[in-house]
C-alpha cells in the first residue's frame, strides 16, 4: 500500500458530510446560498473529531481492537455530521450537488466500517489496508469524487488542512 493511497483515505475522512443519500432532510425554510455554504462549513468544523480518530487508527502503536475502535468511530462522527447537514434544506441550484456529496460520503463511511470490520488481532491500519486493496481503491475514488463536490460547492470548511 503506498503513502498515497493512506493519504488519499485520510484526506477524505477529513472532508465532509455522511449517510443517507436525501439532502435537505430538514423542515424549515430553503436556504439561500450563503446562509447554506456559512451553516455547512460551521458543522464541518466537527470534522476534526473524525480526523483525529482516523490518525489514531494509524499510530504505530494501535493495533487489532484499536484500530478498529478508531475507524468506526471516525466513520460515526461522519455520519453524526451528515445529519446534521441532512437538517439544512438547501437552496435548490445546490440540492442536486448536496445529494450527490451526502450519497458518496454515506457509501465512503459504509466502506471505512468495513474496513474496521476485518481488522483482526494484531494488525495494524498498513495491514488492514494491504488487504482490502479492492476497498481501499473504491475509497479512493468516492474520495476523489467528495474532493470535486466539496470544491463545487464551496464548503472549504469540509477540508481540513493535511
Do not use: W
Amino acid at each position: 500500500m503506498t503513502p498515497g493511497r493512506t493519504r488519499h483515505i485520510v484526506a477524505a475522512v477529513a472532508l465532509g458530510a455522511v449517510l443517507l443519500g436525501a439532502c435537505g432532510g430538514g423542515s424549515g425554510p430553503k436556504l439561500s446560498i450563503a446562509a447554506f455554504k456559512r451553516k455547512a462549513n460551521t458543522e464541518c468544523q466537527s470534522l476534526k473529531a473524525a480526523s483525529d480518530a482516523f490518525q489514531k487508527a494509524q499510530s504505530p502503536t494501535a493495533e487489532g481492537k484499536a484500530v478498529a475502535r478508531y475507524m468506526r468511530t471516525a466513520a460515526d462522527r461522519l455520519r453524526m455530521l451528515v445529519r446534521r447537514v441532512d437538517e439544512l434544506v438547501p437552496p435548490d441550484e445546490l440540492a442536486a450537488d448536496v445529494d450527490s456529496l451526502l450519497g458518496v460520503l454515506s457509501d465512503y463511511a459504509d466502506g471505512i466500517d468495513h474496513l474496521a470490520s476485518t481488522v483482526k488481532v494484531g494488525e495494524r491500519f498498513q495491514d488492514v489496508l494491504q488487504k482490502n486493496a479492492p476497498t481501499v481503491n473504491r475509497l479512493n475514488k468516492l474520495a476523489t469524487r467528495a474532493f470535486n463536490l466539496v470544491g463545487t460547492l464551496g464548503l472549504v470548511g469540509c477540508v481540513l488542512p493535511g
